[in-house]
């Protein structure tokens, strides 16, 4: 199947009525309410990608052997699409989303979708539910990939389907001008160089949870992964990349070694930090290194980033060693600034020095 592919269409029987979309749309908790459509394409060995169609979103029809089941041949992505002070609807570097997708799959032996029918796949949907994007907010986008081959036995499967979804979402975490509180957890590694920690598939997410439990229990909003082999680097939260600030105004963030994401928000950061003329290290850096630079003064703030969240501070690090505050343990003045100038590039407030707005 070329790239530039029709997208049939399926008329949705039932649509939410105004009404009804406006209703769900009042402070929607982040992922919970879902849009009117979808969009699926299946791809079979020796066929290739087919049968791309845009409808009413439902259940997925899959046989109970379905090699997604059994042996997690799964990959996704998360992207967003704003509205622009203009009234027109606008994706952030879709194409980013679309190279980091094949480069999930080809580590979890799957097809790679062509750069160009993922974002026209991603520009489908949103034009459908285009009503469904908010003025304040945004419109989340789920593209994911399965194995649907119903066939037991390991080996990469034969079949997959490739959906996009959307959900409009408030702030991730409530009150984000708030600076979160981390727990670094020593009983629970994220990733291992050689495994899938820069591939954004399930099997990261379902081994987080643990540690995400562990950090709850201890009056946390996240985990913080350290490496798995000496315990001792910092690498990222448990879905979102992380940065500190120095008092000279450089940023260190941890360098992508094949254990952590490479987030498109965190490029997109270390881009216009360097475009302010801050130093952006990217390297490896201690958790003890971090408590003896914060007690010292030396790193002033922190924060996290990633599509969902966008930019949140981060005020205290907990862990089984002993805590610690960064800065005032507040949210920062950069993470706070970075954030607006960001939210500004992609609703189309800002000057898009780099072009990654894409109008639909």
């Known amino acids: ?30 992922g919970a309410v879902r849009t009117d459509h979808m969009v699926t394409i299946h791809y ?42 203009d009234g027109s609807v606008k994706l952030f570097r879709p194409e980013k989303n679309a190279q980091r997708f094949q480069a999930s799959a080809r580590r979890l032996a799957m097809p790679e979708l062509p750069e160009d029918l993922f974002v026209q796949a991603v520009e489908a949907l949103v ?6 994007v908010p003025t304040e907010g945004s419109l989340y986008l789920r593209p994911f990939l399965i194995a649907t081959e119903g066939a037991l036995g390991v080996r990469p499967s ?12 408030g702030n991730y975490f409530k009150g984000e001008s708030r600076a979160v509180t981390i727990w670094a957890s020593r009983d629970y590694s994220r990733a291992v160089r050689g495994g899938t ?3 954004k598939c399930g099997g990261n997410y379902a081994a987080s949870l643990a540690a995400q439990a562990e950090a709850t229990r201890n009056g946390c909003d996240q985990v913080l992964f350290l490496d798995a082999i000496e315990g001792k680097w910092i690498e990222e939260l448990g ?42 290290h990217e390297e490896l850096y201690s958790l003890e290194q971090l408590r003896a630079d914060a007690q010292a003064g030396e790193v002033v703030e922190a924060f996290a980033c990633g599509t969902a969240a966008i930019v949140v501070g981060i005020g205290q690090i907990k862990s089984p060693s002993g ?38």
């Open 1 to 30: 199947m070329p790239a530039q592919v029709e997208i049939a269409r399926i008329a949705h029987p039932n649509p939410a009525s105004d009404a009804e979309r406006a209703a769900k749309m009042t402070d929607p908790v982040f």
């Open 44 to 85: 079979t060995e020796g066929q290739g990608w087919h049968d791309a169609q845009i409808g009413p979103r439902g259940p997925l029809p899959l046989d109970p052997s379905s090699a997604v089941f059994h042996y997690a041949q799964e990959i996704f992505e998360g992207m967003k699409a704003y509205r622009g002070a």
């Open 127 to 132: 034009k459908a539910d285009e009503a469904w």
């Open 158 to 169: 034969k079949e997959y389907m490739f959906v996009v979804i959307a959900c409009p979402v």
């Open 197 to 199: 920690g820069f591939a």
């Open 239 to 280: 879905g979102m990349n992380v940065f500190f600030v120095k008092k000279d105004g450089s940023l260190i963030t941890p360098p992508l070694g094949g254990t952590i994401l490479p987030g498109v928000t965190r490029d997109s950061l270390i881009q216009l930090a360097k475009d302010q003329g801050r130093t952006v």
């Open 323 to 360: 805590d610690f505050t960064i800065g005032d343990g507040k949210e920062g003045e950069f993470a706070r600034s970075i954030r607006a100038e960001l939210l500004n590039i992609q609703k189309g407030l800002g000057e898009d020095r780099h072009n990654w707005v894409r109008s639909i």
